[in-house]
């Protein structure tokens, strides 16, 4: 039986959302450089483009099935018996939306912020958003690494070039880091490769099963790669250097896409390919997904700077995503898998939303704002939305995602859950104590009279508020994408039915 | 007693060579431009590029041998021709060495590459080498009136003398055993008698390997590469450590491969060291180099230590992602150096890697290409470099060395430090100094070459893949 179901729109959607951004950075390489204004236009304009032409995957997608949709498939390198091959499934195709989403958004939030090498940066960033979108779309390893590693190229610039004082140690420490990680991986794949009789086919790979003790070894070849991206504790140092230097737009690439390559990773290689390794690492992972949420947490609480803080906040965040992840049970996976979305969405908005005023007072100091919802209110509203979203509340996405997450925890470990719990409260705490220090209080001598949001921000900002309160409210339209694949992801590692599943369901229909 | 004329047809494209490097020495006498030098010197290589066309045999009893492996070499070498001549023409006139032996001298040294790849006879091997040798001694202290230059020359040859010196004690010692130098012959003999631990066949193969490690830079034997590099006219040094390192690849692989097939797991125990310890220095010294030269030296070593890899996985799967890699990095390599030499201008050495600082603002595009040749030495898709890297990284895990290449990922991991400083200082810093690009049309031609090269095999590796299983194929 064929396995996957071959692209039937009347263009190779996949290819497009990937190859357009490249079409539009050797259009821009043609302009000169000088003719700023046309630059972003171009820019915006492609971006806008590879979103449209990647609606499809979100109104065509066949949610019955689990099997890989809008699939092309070409050899490339036969003597290594590599194919193009693409393909989407219920886990990848709403990061691919995410990521055609997050380029508009960072070319619109760069507007302005951008002044040096204009015409580099915004090459950078649709090659980066490209690349990306060809890891989440990639059904071959080695067009799967390629993509991986290609994405660095543009985020090294992306951070050295246009981040913040100390942004080449910055720059450095995310190559260094995402580099030893990657290349462990690597021969991973090399490892599996020649193991599987020479197929870097990812469904091939999946359908053979592996001694214990090879996967054991891959399990934490693939772990080094993923884990360093999610980031989870203890390699996660990395990301609050990066976070904090980059610029606006880079902040949110890495928060919005790129930190979920990670968790993409071990949704899509780690668990059905190395089951048994998995089951037997579940403690070991829930208990770094936990000291994660909690540690990462407290340390928001002791940050002075606004993007620092919410970096770290990430960490957190993506402990959830990583918890769900490995309690392998439905409730945490589809968790993890929207709260991915979610995390996306919201720290995204955030990032941008520290972008709006650093544009205004060139200070990421907390102690230098206060105060701020007397001249922007518009703005703090959005902030307003974005943090409750960011902690969680009921009818926002945040929700959803950190519920069903801590759900998925508790069923496999008591433990776990609870101490996640404790975690959503430290979220609430460093979150609503932020706002209160920058919206309310005395108004700082440094934002009196500040401009308000203007159009450009608005709208950037509007789709994902928009999002927000769809996720929110209508969570079975994006959790309905992910069922059939996250039940064969399941199959795959039979863990299922047990009893403690029988009480998650009813828990499920709750929240439905 | 009749004489008869050996075939001369698979010595066909050296013995072009050979006349035409003599033609263009000659030549040098009456013409006074030494641009068209350039020109003819690159013309021949065509020509004996096209002799190379149905060359393939064995002649002279067995003492030489043309074959798919001989003929990948020589591309390899070609390559290297054209693109260091023409990265020269300006900048040999730049140095005030305009002279026309330059390249007279560059076609010896390939012929005696030539001959190495082609060696099936340890005499022959022998001659090739130092002819190739000799030549590249002259060429590294081509700029006389340099104490550097000088320095790189004398410590060429004297380091490369003791070199040969242990090349010719290993070959009289398996002469001394075996009675004879021919490479098949060799094996047949320790098959057949069943000597494989005789205590002075793996000297000599501990001999051979110190020779030869001299040859392609291998660390312990590394030490006169930086120094040489650094003197080195630039153009001599990309002409350098791509030519003699393949040369020195071409034989290892032969010598190792035929003659002593039979102790492969001896020769691996030797290798495998000594390639941890190449890449070891070579990635690690490099760190703290500032002269971009030297740096690529110590990057040159390490690349050494990558390629052996593949010879240490002993299968013909090996040879082949040894010679797709040194295929590989003379594109990249001479394409880094290009951009190098282009820096280089009448007041201006631009050798430190601080005079990359704000090359982006002022030089984009020569920026951008230096980005791509760093980013492919470091071995990152979509580059070529990354090719050659995976596919010697997957015949040494094919063949039972993934320890080997965890060790390897981690020091390509150390050298994306340095590769990415000079695109940090490119990128990320203001122009410090004033720096005027010397732009010829033939250091164009180089670059799109180059870039071309790199970008191509990166997308489409079986460009080159295809073409080094075929050459293996006919071994």
Redesign the interface.
């Known amino acids: 039986m064929e396995q996957v179901i071959m692209n039937k729109l009347n263009y190779p959607i996949l290819s497009t959302i990937i190859f357009l951004p490249v079409l539009g950075v050797l259009l821009l390489m043609l302009i000169d450089?000088s003719k700023e204004l046309l630059i972003k236009w171009v820019a915006l304009i492609v971006s806008v483009l590879t979103f449209a032409l990647s609606i499809p995957l979100f109104t065509n997608f066949d949610k019955s099935t689990y099997k890989m949709q809008f699939v092309e498939r070409y050899d490339?390198?036969?003597?290594?018996n590599i194919k193009y091959f693409l393909g989407v499934d219920g886990i990848s195709v709403l990061l691919v939306l995410l990521t055609t989403l997050s380029a508009i958004l960072c070319i619109l939030i760069s507007w302005h912020a951008i002044k040096i090498?204009v015409k580099?940066f915004y090459i950078a960033i649709l090659l980066t958003c490209g690349a990306i979108a060809g890891v989440f779309s990639s059904l071959d390893f080695f067009l799967f690494?390629?993509f991986w590693?290609?994405m660095?190229?543009p985020m090294?610039?992306i951070i050295?070039?246009w981040g913040g004082p100390n942004?080449?140690y910055a720059?450095?420490k995310f190559?260094?880091y995402t580099?030893?990680g990657s290349?462990?991986m690597?021969?991973g794949i090399?490892?599996l490769?020649?193991h599987a009789g020479r197929t870097f086919d990812i469904l091939e790979l999946m359908a053979k099963t592996y001694p214990y003790n090879l996967q054991f070894w891959l399990f934490w070849a693939f772990f080094a790669a993923f884990a360093v991206k999610v980031p989870m504790f203890p390699v996660h140092t990395w990301l609050p250097d990066a976070h904090t230097e980059a610029p606006t737009a880079g902040s949110v690439i890495l928060a919005a896409i790129l930190i979920k390559m990670g968790a993409y990773g071990f949704l899509r290689f780690s668990l059905p390919l190395f089951p048994d390794a998995t089951k037997a690492m579940v403690p070991a992972m829930l208990t770094l997904s936990v000291i994660a949420i909690i540690y990462a947490g407290l340390v928001c609480l002791a940050q002075k700077d606004l993007k620092r803080l919410i970096a770290y906040s990430s960490v957190s965040h993506m402990g959830f995503i990583t918890m769900g992840i490995f309690a392998l049970n439905s409730q945490g996976i589809e968790g993890g898998i929207l709260q991915m979305i979610n995390h996306g969405v919201v720290t995204g908005a955030l990032f941008m939303c520290v972008g709006v005023i650093y544009e205004r007072t060139h200070s990421r100091l907390i102690a230098d704002h206060g105060g701020l919802a007397t001249p922007m209110p518009i703005y703090a509203a959005f902030f307003m939305v974005f943090t409750l979203a960011a902690i969680g509340l009921p009818g926002t996405n945040g929700f959803i995602g950190e519920f069903l997450t801590v759900l998925g925890g508790f069923t496999t470990s008591k433990w776990a859950g609870v101490l996640a719990a404790t975690g959503v409260i430290i979220g609430a705490g460093y979150m609503l104590w932020l706002y209160q220090r920058v919206f309310f209080m005395k108004v700082h001598e440094k934002v009196v009279g500040l401009a308000d949001m203007d159009t450009r921000e608005i709208i950037a900002l509007t789709p994902l508020i928009i999002l927000v309160l769809w996720i929110g409210i209508f969570p079975t339209q994006f959790l309905d994408f992910m069922h059939p694949s996250v039940e064969h992801l399941l199959e795959r590692i039979n863990v299922g039915g047990t009893q403690e599943m029988s009480i998650a369901k009813i828990f499920m229909e709750v929240v439905r | 007693m009749n004489f008869q004329l050996p075939d001369l047809n698979p010595l066909k494209p050296e013995l072009f060579m050979t006349a035409l490097a003599l033609i263009l020495l000659i030549s040098d006498l009456f013409i006074k431009r030494k641009e068209v030098l350039a020109l003819l010197s690159i013309a021949s290589i065509l020509v004996v590029a096209y002799t190379m066309i149905g060359s393939s045999g064995t002649t002279f009893g067995g003492m030489f041998i043309s074959d798919g492996y001989s003929s990948f070499f020589k591309i390899i070498f070609f390559v290297n021709v054209i693109l260091s001549v023409s990265i020269s023409i300006k900048y040999i006139a730049i140095e005030k060495v305009n002279f026309g032996e330059y390249y007279s001298l560059i076609l010896f040294s390939t012929l005696g590459m030539m001959i190495m790849a082609s060696a099936a006879d340890l005499i022959v091997l022998y001659l090739g080498l130092e002819l190739m040798a000799l030549s590249t001694y002259i060429l590294a202290g081509f700029i006389r009136y340099d104490v550097k230059s000088n320095e790189a020359a004398l410590k060429y040859f004297l380091l490369g003398a003791f070199s040969s010196a242990f090349l010719l004690y290993g070959i009289s010692m398996i002469y001394g055993i075996t009675g004879t130098t021919n490479l098949r012959d060799i094996a047949r003999f320790i098959g057949e008698r069943g000597i494989m631990d005789n205590p002075a066949l793996l000297l000599s193969v501990i001999f051979f390997t110190v020779a030869f490690g001299f040859k392609i830079a291998a660390a312990p034997f590394h030490m006169w590469a930086p120094d040489v590099y650094e003197g080195a006219p630039t153009s001599i040094t990309a002409f350098m450590s791509v030519g003699p390192k393949a040369a020195g690849f071409a034989v290892l692989g032969r010598v190792f491969m035929v003659a002593f097939s039979s102790v492969k797991f001896e020769w691996a125990a030797i290798l495998i060291p000594l390639s941890i310890l190449t890449m070891g220095v070579g990635n690690i010294v490099a760190l703290a180099q500032t002269n971009i030269k030297r740096m690529l030296a110590y990057s040159s070593i390490a690349h050494a230590g990558y390629a052996l890899l593949g010879i240490i996985a002993a299968n013909n799967e090996g040879l082949a992602s040894m010679m797709n890699y040194l295929l590989i990095y003379a594109f990249m390599n001479i394409g880094a150096f290009t951009v190098i030499i282009m820096l280089r201008s009448e007041r201006f050495k631009g050798e430190s890697i601080y005079d990359y600082e704000g090359l982006a603002k002022t030089h984009p595009l020569a920026a951008a290409l230096m980005l791509i040749f760093m980013f492919s030495l470091t071995g990152i898709p979509p580059t070529a470099g990354f090719v050659g890297k995976l596919y010697v990284f997957m015949s040494a895990i094919n063949a039972g060395y993934t320890w080997l290449v965890i060790v390897a990922v981690i020091f390509s991991v150390i050298s994306a430090y340095f590769y990415l400083r000079i695109v940090m200082y490119m990128y990320m810093r203001e122009p410090k100094v004033e720096v005027n690009l010397t732009t010829t049309p033939a250091t164009g031609f180089a670059l799109i070459v180059t870039t071309i090269a790199v970008l191509l095999i990166g997308v489409f590796p079986t460009v080159s893949v295809e073409f080094a299983r075929a050459a293996i194929s006919k071994f």
């Open positions: 450089r490339w390198i036969p003597d290594w090498k580099e690494y390629l590693e290609a660095l190229i090294y610039l050295g070039v942004r080449i720059t450095i190559i260094l580099l030893i290349v462990l690597l021969v090399i490892v490769y020649f």
